[in-house]
Protein backbone atom coordinates (compact mmCIF):
# COMPACT_ATOMS: atom_id res chain seq x y z
CA UNK A 1 0.00 0.00 0.00
CA UNK A 2 1.53 3.35 -0.83
CA UNK A 3 0.01 5.12 3.04
CA UNK A 4 -2.19 7.59 3.16
CA UNK A 5 -1.99 10.10 0.00
CA UNK A 6 -3.30 13.52 0.54
CA UNK A 7 -3.42 16.33 -2.35
CA UNK A 8 -2.00 18.66 -3.05
CA UNK A 9 1.55 18.99 -1.08
CA UNK A 10 1.69 22.77 -1.37
CA UNK A 11 -1.01 25.34 -1.82
CA UNK A 12 -1.10 29.16 -1.73
CA UNK A 13 -4.25 31.15 -2.34
CA UNK A 14 -5.75 34.16 -1.64
CA UNK A 15 -7.67 35.27 1.39
CA UNK A 16 -11.27 34.56 0.83
CA UNK A 17 -10.92 32.04 -1.73
CA UNK A 18 -12.19 28.33 -1.63
CA UNK A 19 -9.32 25.88 -0.24
CA UNK A 20 -10.24 22.26 -0.50
CA UNK A 21 -7.55 19.15 0.42
CA UNK A 22 -7.73 15.86 -0.52
CA UNK A 23 -7.18 12.67 1.31
CA UNK A 24 -7.12 8.75 0.11
CA UNK A 25 -6.67 6.34 3.41
CA UNK A 26 -4.55 3.46 3.64
CA UNK A 27 -7.31 0.58 2.03
CA UNK A 28 -8.97 -1.21 4.71
CA UNK A 29 -8.54 1.26 7.22
CA UNK A 30 -11.98 2.26 8.72
CA UNK A 31 -11.19 5.78 10.79
CA UNK A 32 -10.50 8.79 8.90
CA UNK A 33 -8.59 11.68 11.02
CA UNK A 34 -8.29 15.56 9.45
CA UNK A 35 -5.44 17.07 12.04
CA UNK A 36 -4.00 20.70 11.67
CA UNK A 37 -0.22 21.87 12.74
CA UNK A 38 0.92 25.13 13.46
CA UNK A 39 4.11 26.42 15.53
CA UNK A 40 1.77 28.01 18.18
CA UNK A 41 -0.68 25.15 18.66
CA UNK A 42 1.12 22.12 17.49
CA UNK A 43 -1.54 19.11 16.25
CA UNK A 44 -4.90 19.71 16.84
CA UNK A 45 -7.53 17.21 16.06
CA UNK A 46 -10.01 19.03 13.74
CA UNK A 47 -12.54 15.89 13.18
CA UNK A 48 -12.51 12.01 12.81
CA UNK A 49 -14.72 9.84 10.63
CA UNK A 50 -15.76 6.34 11.12
CA UNK A 51 -17.00 4.04 8.42
CA UNK A 52 -17.66 7.35 6.06
CA UNK A 53 -19.59 8.49 9.21
CA UNK A 54 -18.67 11.90 11.23
CA UNK A 55 -18.15 11.41 14.85
CA UNK A 56 -16.51 14.13 16.26
CA UNK A 57 -15.94 17.89 14.46
CA UNK A 58 -15.50 19.76 17.91
CA UNK A 59 -12.10 20.26 16.80
CA UNK A 60 -13.32 22.34 13.29
CA UNK A 61 -12.60 25.96 14.26
CA UNK A 62 -15.11 27.66 12.59
CA UNK A 63 -18.20 27.00 10.09
CA UNK A 64 -15.81 27.81 7.62
CA UNK A 65 -14.45 24.94 7.89
CA UNK A 66 -16.39 21.58 6.71
CA UNK A 67 -15.32 18.09 5.68
CA UNK A 68 -16.89 15.03 3.93
CA UNK A 69 -15.77 11.47 3.39
CA UNK A 70 -18.40 10.06 0.45
CA UNK A 71 -16.72 6.75 0.45
CA UNK A 72 -14.18 4.52 2.17
CA UNK A 73 -11.56 5.79 0.28
CA UNK A 74 -11.35 9.63 -0.28
CA UNK A 75 -12.04 12.28 1.97
CA UNK A 76 -11.62 16.09 1.91
CA UNK A 77 -11.49 19.37 4.07
CA UNK A 78 -12.78 22.26 2.34
CA UNK A 79 -12.44 25.89 3.78
CA UNK A 80 -14.86 28.69 2.77
CA UNK A 81 -13.54 31.49 2.42
CA UNK A 82 -10.52 31.45 3.36
CA UNK A 83 -8.14 33.11 5.73
CA UNK A 84 -4.52 34.09 6.24
CA UNK A 85 -4.94 33.02 10.08
CA UNK A 86 -5.70 29.22 8.32
CA UNK A 87 -2.14 28.96 7.28
CA UNK A 88 -1.00 25.28 8.42
CA UNK A 89 0.09 22.16 7.62
CA UNK A 90 -3.16 20.01 7.47
CA UNK A 91 -2.96 16.43 7.87
CA UNK A 92 -4.74 13.52 7.30
CA UNK A 93 -4.54 10.25 9.10
CA UNK A 94 -6.15 6.76 9.21
CA UNK A 95 -6.37 3.65 11.59
CA UNK A 96 -8.43 0.46 11.89
CA UNK A 97 -9.96 1.14 14.81
CA UNK A 98 -11.44 -1.78 16.21
CA UNK A 99 -7.76 -3.81 15.85
CA UNK A 100 -6.83 -0.65 17.98
CA UNK A 101 -3.70 -0.28 15.22
CA UNK A 102 -1.44 2.27 14.99
CA UNK A 103 -2.29 6.15 13.13
CA UNK A 104 -0.77 6.38 9.46
CA UNK A 105 -0.24 9.75 8.75
CA UNK A 106 -0.28 11.46 4.99
CA UNK A 107 2.56 13.87 3.95
CA UNK A 108 0.42 16.63 4.61
CA UNK A 109 -0.45 19.97 2.98
CA UNK A 110 1.26 22.92 3.82
CA UNK A 111 -1.47 26.01 2.99
CA UNK A 112 -0.47 29.65 2.56
CA UNK A 113 -3.53 31.77 2.83
CA UNK A 114 -1.95 35.23 1.43
CA UNK B 1 -9.45 17.45 28.48
CA UNK B 2 -6.49 15.31 28.47
CA UNK B 3 -3.41 17.29 28.13
CA UNK B 4 -0.32 15.74 26.77
CA UNK B 5 3.48 17.59 28.14
CA UNK B 6 6.90 16.20 26.58
CA UNK B 7 10.25 16.85 28.15
CA UNK B 8 13.02 18.33 27.28
CA UNK B 9 11.43 20.16 24.32
CA UNK B 10 14.94 20.31 22.99
CA UNK B 11 18.16 18.21 23.15
CA UNK B 12 21.22 17.84 21.97
CA UNK B 13 23.76 15.18 22.01
CA UNK B 14 26.64 13.40 20.71
CA UNK B 15 26.64 10.09 18.30
CA UNK B 16 26.57 7.51 20.22
CA UNK B 17 25.06 8.33 23.48
CA UNK B 18 21.63 6.78 24.59
CA UNK B 19 18.88 8.86 25.30
CA UNK B 20 15.49 9.22 27.47
CA UNK B 21 12.56 11.35 26.43
CA UNK B 22 9.58 12.25 28.23
CA UNK B 23 5.86 12.18 27.84
CA UNK B 24 2.98 12.91 30.37
CA UNK B 25 -0.61 12.85 30.07
CA UNK B 26 -3.20 14.45 32.62
CA UNK B 27 -5.82 11.44 32.37
CA UNK B 28 -4.99 7.91 32.65
CA UNK B 29 -7.97 6.88 31.48
CA UNK B 30 -5.90 6.26 28.34
CA UNK B 31 -6.67 3.58 25.56
CA UNK B 32 -3.03 3.70 23.80
CA UNK B 33 -0.31 5.81 23.49
CA UNK B 34 1.76 6.40 20.49
CA UNK B 35 5.35 7.79 19.65
CA UNK B 36 5.69 9.39 16.44
CA UNK B 37 9.10 10.62 15.02
CA UNK B 38 8.58 14.13 12.52
CA UNK B 39 11.59 15.21 9.79
CA UNK B 40 11.30 19.05 8.90
CA UNK B 41 8.74 19.18 6.21
CA UNK B 42 7.53 15.90 6.27
CA UNK B 43 4.84 14.08 7.73
CA UNK B 44 4.61 11.36 10.86
CA UNK B 45 5.96 8.62 10.93
CA UNK B 46 4.49 5.35 13.72
CA UNK B 47 7.19 4.47 15.45
CA UNK B 48 5.74 2.59 18.55
CA UNK B 49 2.18 1.91 19.87
CA UNK B 50 1.70 0.78 23.49
CA UNK B 51 -1.59 -0.82 24.41
CA UNK B 52 -2.93 0.39 27.22
CA UNK B 53 -2.83 -3.29 29.21
CA UNK B 54 1.25 -2.79 28.31
CA UNK B 55 4.17 -1.77 29.85
CA UNK B 56 6.87 -1.63 27.20
CA UNK B 57 7.36 -1.88 23.44
CA UNK B 58 10.56 -2.74 21.70
CA UNK B 59 11.83 -1.64 18.15
CA UNK B 60 15.88 -1.61 17.48
CA UNK B 61 17.18 0.39 18.93
CA UNK B 62 13.61 1.95 20.38
CA UNK B 63 12.37 1.59 23.67
CA UNK B 64 9.13 2.77 25.08
CA UNK B 65 7.34 2.30 28.70
CA UNK B 66 3.94 3.04 29.86
CA UNK B 67 2.89 3.54 33.45
CA UNK B 68 -0.78 4.53 32.89
CA UNK B 69 -1.43 4.74 36.83
CA UNK B 70 1.09 7.55 37.13
CA UNK B 71 0.89 9.22 33.62
CA UNK B 72 3.81 8.62 32.33
CA UNK B 73 5.79 6.98 29.19
CA UNK B 74 9.38 7.23 28.16
CA UNK B 75 11.16 7.36 24.95
CA UNK B 76 14.71 5.41 25.60
CA UNK B 77 16.92 5.69 21.93
CA UNK B 78 20.07 3.31 22.43
CA UNK B 79 23.11 4.36 20.84
CA UNK B 80 21.62 7.56 19.05
CA UNK B 81 23.00 8.42 15.19
CA UNK B 82 22.85 11.48 13.22
CA UNK B 83 20.16 9.73 11.25
CA UNK B 84 18.20 9.97 14.46
CA UNK B 85 17.80 13.62 14.66
CA UNK B 86 14.18 14.65 13.87
CA UNK B 87 11.31 15.91 16.21
CA UNK B 88 9.77 12.88 18.50
CA UNK B 89 6.14 13.33 19.52
CA UNK B 90 3.70 11.39 21.93
CA UNK B 91 0.65 11.29 21.35
CA UNK B 92 -2.19 9.55 23.87
CA UNK B 93 -5.33 7.58 22.30
CA UNK B 94 -8.84 8.01 24.01
CA UNK B 95 -11.12 5.28 25.68
CA UNK B 96 -11.42 4.98 21.77
CA UNK B 97 -8.93 4.70 20.93
CA UNK B 98 -9.77 6.93 17.86
CA UNK B 99 -8.97 10.54 19.31
CA UNK B 100 -5.08 11.15 19.50
CA UNK B 101 -4.02 14.08 22.02
CA UNK B 102 -0.41 14.94 20.90
CA UNK B 103 2.35 16.67 22.80
CA UNK B 104 4.42 19.68 21.60
CA UNK B 105 7.20 17.23 20.78
CA UNK B 106 10.86 17.03 21.70
CA UNK B 107 13.40 18.12 19.07
CA UNK B 108 16.32 16.13 18.92
CA UNK B 109 20.03 16.79 17.31
CA UNK B 110 21.86 13.79 17.08
CA UNK B 111 25.87 15.57 16.37
CA UNK B 112 28.27 13.35 14.68
Known amino acids: DAGVIQSPRHEVTEMGQE ?26 LLIYFN ?12 DRFSAKMPNASFSTLKIQPSEPRDSAVY ?5 LAELNTEAFFG ?5 TVV | KQEVTQIPAALSVP ?3 NLVLNCSFTDSAIYNLQWFRQDPGKGLTSLLLIQSSQRE ?11 KSSG ?3 LYIA ?5 DSATYLCAVGDSSGSRLTFGEGTQLTVNP
Open chain 2, 79 to 83: ASQPG
Open chain 2, 57 to 67: QTSGRLNASLD
Open chain 1, 107 to 111: QGTRL
Open chain 1, 19 to 44: VTLRCKPISGHNSLFWYRQTMMRGLE
Open chain 1, 51 to 62: NNVPIDDSGMPE
Open chain 2, 15 to 17: EGE
Open chain 2, 72 to 74: RST
Open chain 1, 91 to 95: FCASS
